[in-house]
C-alpha cells in the first residue's frame, strides 16, 4: 500500500473496530517501506501491537522503545538485531523523547520562543535525522514502520518533521472509549501529589505523558479537568518547568477558582 488512507471520516466517522481493521489492511499490503501513524495513548498503543501481532502471525514485528532523549533514529533502527527479517516495526515512546529535549533545552536557559521555533536549533535531534534521513529510510528499509504517539506528540510531529510525516501511507486515530477514561482518570486520581516527589525523572516524564493524553481525550469531562491541571503542575514542578507549572494552574482555576490545591501549587 502506496497511497494515503481515504479519510471519509467527515461524512461518515470509522468505529475503533473499523479504524483498525484500516490499520491492519494497511500493514497487511504494505510491501517493503511503509509509514504509518497511529494516534493512541500508550496503553491503547500496547494493546494494538498485542493484537496485531496475534493477528499476522506470519509477519515479523519487532517493537522499538523510545524511553530517554534518542539523536540518530536512523543509526538506532540500523543496529537493531536480526534487521533483515523484520516486517513491521512499532515504534513507541518518541514523545518521551521530544518532551525530553524541551526539558534538557530550558536547563540551558532557551526561552519558550526559542525552543519552538522551525529553526534547526528548535528542533529535537531526532526528527531532524527524521526529516534528513527520510530517503535513507525508504532505500535501505524494507520495513513498515508503525509510530504509534499520543494527540500532542503527533501534532508536534506534523509541525516540526513536516517532510518525514508527509510520506506516510495512512494515519489512524484511536480515541479512548468511555470506559478507558474513567479507568485512567481513577488510577492517576489515585495518587496523592506527595507521591510525585517520590518519582524520578523517568517516572515523571511517563506520568506527565499519560496525563497530557487523557487531557487532550474529548471524551474526559470538563469539570473533571482541574484536577488533572494541578497534577500536571505539580509534574511541572518537579521538572523544573515553572512557567508551564503556572499555566496548567491558571487553566485549574478557570474551571475551577476555588481549588485549594491549584492555589497552594501556583504560589509555591
Not at 497487511?28 to 494493546?47: A, Y
Amino acid at each position: 500500500m502506496k497511497g494515503e488512507k481515504i479519510a471519509w471520516e467527515e461524512d461518515l466517522p470509522l468505529t475503533v473496530e473499523e479504524e483498525y481493521e484500516a490499520l491492519v489492511e494497511a500493514i497487511r499490503f504494505t510491501e517493503g517501506f511503509g509509514l504509518l501513524f497511529v494516534e493512541c495513548s500508550p496503553q491503547q498503543g500496547t494493546e494494538i501491537m498485542e493484537k496485531i501481532r496475534l493477528e499476522l502471525p506470519q509477519e515479523k514485528a519487532e517493537i522499538l522503545s523510545l524511553d530517554k532523549t534518542v539523536y540518530n533514529f536512523y543509526n538506532r533502527v540500523k543496529e537493531l538485531p536480526l534487521l533483515a527479517d523484520i516486517d513491521i516495526l512499532f515504534v513507541t515512546g518518541l514523545e518521551y523523547s521530544l518532551s525530553l529535549y524541551e526539558e534538557d533545552m530550558k536547563e540551558r536557559g532557551l526561552d519558550n520562543n526559542e525552543i519552538i521555533s522551525i529553526s534547526k536549533r528548535g528542533v529535537p535531534p531526532v526528527l531532524v535525522n527524521l526529516n534528513q534521513q527520510r530517503e535513507r529510510f525508504r532505500d535501505d528499509f524494507d520495513i513498515c514502520f508503525v509510530f504509534l504517539l499520543p494527540r500532542f506528540a503527533l501534532d508536534y510531529l506534523i509541525k516540526r518533521a513536516p517532510d518525514f510525516f508527509d510520506w506516510r501511507s495512512g494515519l489512524f486515530q484511536f480515541p479512548m472509549d468511555e470506559e478507558t477514561v474513567r479507568k485512567e482518570s481513577l488510577a492517576i486520581s489515585g495518587k496523592e501529589l506527595d507521591d510525585y516527589i517520590k518519582f524520578t525523572r523517568q517516572e515523571r516524564k511517563h506520568e506527565w505523558v499519560r496525563i497530557k493524553s487523557l487531557l487532550d481525550e474529548d471524551r474526559f469531562p470538563f469539570e473533571q479537568k482541574a484536577h488533572l491541571l494541578v497534577r500536571n503542575a505539580c509534574l511541572y514542578r518537579r521538572l523544573k518547568q515553572n512557567e508551564e507549572a503556572i499555566l496548567a494552574c491558571d487553566e485549574a482555576l478557570e474551571i475551577e477558582p476555588n481549588n485549594y490545591e491549584a492555589w497552594n501549587n501556583k504560589g509555591i
